[in-house]
């Protein structure tokens, strides 16, 4: 692991932050009458995935609220998965976007994970 100065240099935040771009974009397709319900939901999980990172980072002198703001983390991106699902099964997005979606949040879900079960690493 290199050298930590941010919360901008976790793997697991760029992943997460490419992941809700992604996301981002793909919404943009979906049915105007998503738009203030799916569309706000997924792009809002996903995004908070990120935001919670951020501030696990901040309050990492903390080592419970540090795990805390992971645990956090972790709740947003099953809830994104489960946004993706209805994405899919409503024909929002195709089966081959899901599974790239979902193959890519397997790994942040095992970073966090890793993250959560040895917070000593990253809390100061």
């Known amino acids: ?17 490419h992941i809700s771009m992604k996301i981002f974009v793909l919404t943009k397709t979906f049915p105007k009458e998503e738009r ?11 995004r908070s995935i990120c935001a919670n990172l951020s501030e696990a980072w901040a309050k990492r002198r903390y080592e419970k609220v540090f795990i805390n703001r ?17 994405s899919v099964d409503c ?3 195709t089966e081959e ?4 979606l979902m193959n890519e949040y397997e790994e942040v ?3 966090l994970i890793s993250m959560i079960k040895s917070p000593g690493k990253f809390c100061k």
Request: proline content about 0%; aromatic content about 16%; hydrophobic content about 35%.
């Open 91 to 93: 024909k929002y997005i």
């Open 36 to 46: 203030y319900s799916l569309v706000d939901q997924v792009r809002r999980s996903s």
């Open 109 to 111: 879900r095992k970073m």
């Open 70 to 86: 992971l645990t956090d983390c972790l709740g947003e991106e099953f809830e994104t998965e489960t946004w993706l699902k209805y």
């Open 1 to 17: 692991m290199g050298q930590i100065n941010s919360f901008r240099d976790l793997i697991v935040y760029q992943k997460a932050y």
């Open 97 to 100: 976007d899901y599974v790239i």
